[in-house]
């Protein structure tokens, strides 16, 4: 059972494209972070959110904690090749729990 | 200061065998954590170890386990392998408090035939 769900799992789109990315849960979590991950390397982090309807940018990533900190999103603007990989996200309590993954392709 | 490495990157071993994964966390760094990647269960966590000590477990058979040394580096062993523990073993080291930030390693990439 997986505690964080993310849609869409796939996703393929063209370069110049906006896209958003979905994390949810039913838990409450402390924080929750984002993470890239590139074939044959391990998840980079690229943003923890901890306060309820936080937003945070990050050139042009914007990310969004849900108010009651159940959920986040995650919007690409001008989406490049450069993005394309494998999106998670994470609710941190006594322990990591990733969710699903959203793969993320950007065609040139 | 140098990443999180692992070896082997890659690793074929054949059921009911047994294997036996290294991490070498990033200096500093008294946390350990090991994942278990693949394409169905996306990534699940395994277990935790804090100064020698595992902190947490996740809900994972008695045919993982692992240990931590003095020097904060940590191995993973499964025995009795099953085909279904083909997977991307990932470790991530940190400085130890809650919530810090992890750094992962690439992994290693086990297939079980």
């Known amino acids: 059972t997986q505690l964080l769900e993310q849609s869409p799992q796939f996703l393929s789109i063209q370069e110049g494209e906006n896209l958003t990315v979905y994390c949810n849960s039913s838990?409450?979590?402390?924080?929750l972070q984002w993470y890239r991950q590139e074939p044959g390397e391990g998840p980079v982090l690229l943003v923890t959110?901890?306060?309820?309807?936080e937003v945070k940018k990050l050139k042009r990533l914007t990310f969004q904690f849900g108010d009651a900190r159940k959920d986040s999103s995650l919007h690409i603007t001008a989406a490049q090749p450069g993005d394309t990989g494998l999106y998670l996200c994470?609710?941190?309590?006594?322990?990591?729990?990733f969710g699903t993954g959203t793969s993320l392709t950007v065609i040139p | 200061k140098a990443g999180v490495t692992q070896t082997p990157r890659y690793l074929i071993k054949t059921r009911g065998q047994q294997v036996t994964l290294s991490c070498s966390p990033i200096?500093?760094?008294?946390?350990v954590s090991w994942y278990q990647q693949t394409p169905g269960q996306g990534l699940q966590f395994l277990f935790e170890?804090?100064?020698?000590?595992?902190?947490n477990k996740g809900n994972f058979p008695g045919r993982f386990s692992g240990r931590q040394f003095s020097n904060s580096r940590s191995e993973m062993n499964v025995s009795t392998l099953e085909l279904g523990d083909s997977a991307l073993y990932l470790c991530a080291s940190s400085q130890g408090g809650s919530g810090e930030t992890q750094y992962f390693g690439p992994g290693t990439r086990l297939l079980v035939l």
């Open positions: 994470a609710g941190t309590g006594n322990q990591f729990y």
């Open positions: 838990s409450v979590f402390s924080s």
């Open positions: 200096s500093g760094h008294r946390s």
């Open positions: 170890y804090f100064s020698e000590t595992q902190r």
């Open positions: 959110v901890v306060t309820g309807g």
